[in-house]
C-alpha cells in the first residue's frame, strides 16, 4: 500500500530555511523523525515516508547544506568564526533536528537516520531526553572509520596523508572542483552502484533526487564542510550510557560501512535492543530493499509504543 505523498514545508532556523516534509494523521503513537544520510534529502524516504504514515505521523528533514534547506558557506574548525558561515557538523545537525522536535513535532518522537544521518539522531536524542525521543532507529550508521580518533586502525600511509589531504581539500577552489566533478549524474549513478549492490530503485528518480540540489549556488559549501567530519562525534561513543533504546537495520552487503561492526556494536552496547539484517542490502536498505525495512521499520515502532504504553 502506497499511502499518502508528503507535503513538503519550510521552517525558519537560526535565520536559514530549513525544508521538511510530513504525512499521516495525528495518533496518540509518536512521531517519526526520518533523517537522511550526506548528500541525500528528505525524497530520499520516498518509499518508506508514506507506508509509515499510515501508522503514524511522519516527518523527514533536510539537514543544513541539503535538499531544500539553505546551503550557508561552511567554515572550518582552523578558521575564525563568521557571521555568514556555519561549523558544519554533528553538534550543528542534531541542535537543528532537536529544535525542529521541540518546535515544530512538540510530542514524543521516534528519530531514524541512515549513514550519517543515524549519529545526528543519537547526539539529538541526547540533546532531548528520554521524556522526549523514545528511541532511536540506525540504519547503516555512518561508524566513521576515517576519522581521526581511529587512525590507529588505517594503514601507515593514510596516517602520513591525512594531514595533507585535509589541507588541500580545505581550499575551497580545490573543494569546489572536486564537488563539482562528483555531482554529475553519471558519476552518481556509480556510486550507486555501489551503495546499492543489488542495483535495485536505482532509477531515474534516485539520481534526480540526488543531483538537482548539487545545481544550487551554495551545493559546494556542504561538500567542504564534511572535512570537520574528520574530527567529530563517534556513534559507539555517544550510546555509551544512553538509556533511550536504540534499534539496528543494516545491509549485510554495505561497502562502505561493514555488518560486522555493528555486530560487534549490539553485542557490546547496553542500549542497543536488536539488530535486523537485510540479506544483500547494500548502504541504504531502506531505498534498495523499502518493503522489507518498512516491515521492520513498523515492527520496531510498535514494540517502542507497548513499551511506552506499559510503563
Not at 1 to 23: F, K, R, T
Not at 219 to 233: K, P, Q, S
Request: charged share 20%; with cysteine; proline share 6%.
Amino acid at each position: 500500500m502506497p499511502g499518502a505523498q508528503p507535503v513538503a514545508s519550510l521552517w525558519d532556523w537560526n535565520q536559514h530555511q530549513i525544508g521538511w516534509s510530513v504525512c499521516g494523521e495525528q495518533a496518540t503513537s509518536p512521531a517519526v523523525l526520518l533523517i537522511h544520510g550526506f548528500g541525500a534529502n528528505t525524497r530520499h524516504w520516498r518509499y518508506n515516508q508514506p507506508v509509515l504514515g499510515l501508522h503514524q505521523l511522519c516527518y523527514a528533514i533536510d539537514l543544513l547544506g541539503f535538499g531544500r534547506s539553505d546551503q550557508p558557506k561552511a567554515r572550518l574548525r582552523s578558521e575564525p568564526e563568521s557571521s555568514d558561515a556555519v561549523h558544519y557538523g554533528f553538534e550543528l545537525w542534531a541542535e537543528q533536528v532537536a529544535t525542529f522536535c521541540r518546535e515544530i513535532i512538540d510530542r514524543p518522537v521516534v528519530l531514524v537516520g541512515n549513514s550519517i544521518g543515524g549519529v545526528v539522531a543519537l547526539r539529538a536524542a541526547q540533546q532531548l531526553g528520554s521524556e522526549r525521543c523514545q528511541g532511536v532507529v540506525l540504519i547503516d550508521c555512518a561508524q566513521r572509520l576515517m576519522d581521526d580518533k581511529q587512525l590507529s586502525k588505517q594503514p601507515a600511509w593514510m596516517r602520513w596523508i591525512r594531514p595533507l589531504l585535509k589541507t588541500m581539500v580545505g581550499q575551497r577552489w580545490l573543494s569546489t572542483a572536486l564537488f563539482r566533478n562528483a555531482a554529475r549524474p553519471g558519476l552518481i549513478r556509480s556510486v550507486l552502484k555501489q551503495a546499492y549492490p543489488s542495483g535495485f530503485n536505482v532509477n531515474e528518480e534516485l539520481i534526480d533526487l540526488l543531483y538537482r540540489p548539487t545545481l544550487r549556488a551554495g551545493a559546494a559549501e556542504a561538500f567542504r564542510g564534511f572535512i570537520n567530519l574528520f574530527d567529530d562525534a563517534l556513534a559507539p561513543d555517544l550510546m555509551q550510557g544512553m538509556t533511550i533504546p536504540v534499534h539496528l537495520i543494516w545491509g549485510d552487503k554495505d561497502p562502505w560501512e561493514p555488518i560486522q561492526e555493528a555486530k560487534r556494536w549490539s553485542e557490546t552496547i547496553d542500549c542497543i535492543q536488536s539488530l535486523d539484517v537485510v540479506t544483500g542490502g547494500g548502504h541504504c536498505p531502506h531505498d534498495e530493499y523499502p518493503d522489507q525495512v518498512n516491515r521492520i521499520l513498523i515492527g520496531v515502532l510498535k514494540s517502542i509504543e507497548r513499551i511506552q504504553q506499559a510503563t
